[in-house]
């Protein structure tokens, strides 16, 4: 029962942790080439996954690796609906509240479908808070952080900045380890 208990809890903030949002284009790179302003972009993670535990798992352009259950859904340019990629959302930590709200600590990995494989990693603490019962849907908001972009590679290579997360989980079949996700990111770079 505990080891049921904690699949769900660790599958719930493996949502969370996915779901960022923006309402800005993109076409395979930072949409404002303006060094006097924020560039911005946006990206959706959709699908109805199965979690997978994981282990040792390499996050991309850095010497971390982690362990935890991993769900895994299509990313999507929000402006025109295209396939960008895949993303890999990781929870290694969570905690169940009496209310039903939940804490989560989740790696977030962006593997984009560019000619030169880039990526962006994620770290995010999350807060869940659950919809009525009756419907067994979660959302997930998070403002604005300036600083849970771990690494980039590829074009994204040397990327400073933050996300912000707006997502809504249903959560049906989440005995089962299921989740459907519908998550939208919204990523700020840090200008230096």
Known sequence: MKKVIFKLIALTFSLMALLSCSDDDYEGGIINEDPTTTPMFSINAKGTVTGKMV??????????????????MT??????????????DINVGAETFEDGSMFGENYTVFLFEDPQNSTLVLHNLIDMIPAPPANMNAFIKKENTTDNVVSGTGIYSGFAGGSTLNATLDMSAFSENTVGFDCLYGFTQILH
């Open 75 to 88: 990313m999507y340019n929000p402006a025109t609906g295209e396939s960008m990629g895949t993303v890999i």
């Open 55 to 72: 282990e040792n798992f390499k996050l991309p352009g850095t010497d971390l690796s982690v362990a935890g259950n991993a769900f895994e």
